[in-house]
């Protein structure tokens, strides 16, 4: 087994929308995540995650190792059922086995077994307890840089449902949300010390970075207009531990829009101010995008 990695990231992902809704709000009729307060666009640590995990899933089919625990129609009783199997455990009800060697066990299996649980950490205590784990990389919510306004769009359907609907109407209207252009900012991290609890390596490092940069083009949707991966900035520390705390390292990144006097419609309208110099020796930049 691939050793975990020995040293702290952060990371900060600059991400655009044009012409759709790149995160729905179900108890707001689906609009477009907004704070209240500020009107600053939300995307959920939530919604990146699975849009990490299809990439994940779609690159690495059936590789060991790389199986994926939240994923749809998945039942959790199930996939820790097979850790059980696998291991040749008797299930104890809402209990983990009182062997705290096969409790270890059972917990390392779905760490090994599943990406995502290796990365993101997982709470397994359902009725067939494999028990829980916090995972090394962590997401914040995503905020746009300026605020959005979300629009509404009546969209048509030239066939109807039913043989009722077409004695009186000849096409169905609906409803869609989109914003016309919204630049968003993701800060995630990634620590060492929660890596060694699920074993999470550089390979598996690696393929998160390429989940960053590429999870948009294999989630195309005409509901989320087109959605591109912009900046992708790292910061590599020389430590376990890390040398400088994550906020003066996101701190050095600005994004500021051009021309203030009109909305803004493209990532050309932005510029992204980084004060390098600001970043400590101790502390390597790698620049994905």
């Not at 649980?117 to 300026?146: H, K």
Request: hydrophobic share 35%.
């Amino acid at each position: 087994m691939a050793e975990p990695i020995d040293k702290r990231y952060e990371f900060v992902l600059l991400f655009d929308v044009e012409n759709g809704n790149p995160n729905g709000d179900p108890d707001a009729g689906n609009l477009p995540r907004i704070d209240p307060e500020t009107s600053h666009g939300l995307v959920t640590d939530v919604c990146i995650k699975r849009k990490i995990r299809n990439y994940v899933d779609l690159v690495k089919a059936g590789e060991d190792g790389y199986d994926i625990y939240v994923r749809e129609g998945a039942v959790l009783n199930l996939q820790h059922r097979m850790a059980y199997d696998a291991l040749g455990i008797e299930p104890v009800e809402k209990k983990l086995p009182a062997d705290m060697e096969e409790a270890a066990r059972l917990t390392a299996f779905m760490c090994h077994h599943f990406y995502d649980i290796r990365a993101f950490g997982a709470v397994m205590t359902t009725e067939v307890n494999c028990g829980q784990v916090r995972g090394p990389v962590q997401l914040g919510f995503s905020r746009s840089i300026d605020p959005i306004i979300p629009q509404e769009i009546t969209i048509t359907r030239m066939a109807v449902t039913s043989e009722r609907d077409a004695e009186r109407k000849d096409r169905e209207m609906g409803r869609k949300h989109i914003i016309p252009y919204g630049l968003y900012r993701l800060e995630g991290y990634v620590s060492a010390c929660l890596a060694e609890k699920t074993g999470f390596c550089d390979a598996d490092l690696e393929l998160l970075w390429e989940a960053l940069i590429n999870m948009f083009e294999h989630d195309r949707s005409s509901s989320r207009g087109k959605m591109s991966s912009r900046r992708l900035i790292v910061f590599e520390h020389s430590s376990k531990l890390g040398n400088v705390p994550a906020h003066k390292l996101f701190e050095s990144i600005v994004v500021k829009r051009r021309d203030t006097s009109q909305p803004a419609r493209s990532y050309d309208d932005y510029e992204v101010i980084f004060d390098k110099a600001s970043i400590p020796g101790t502390v390597k930049v790698i620049e994905k995008i």
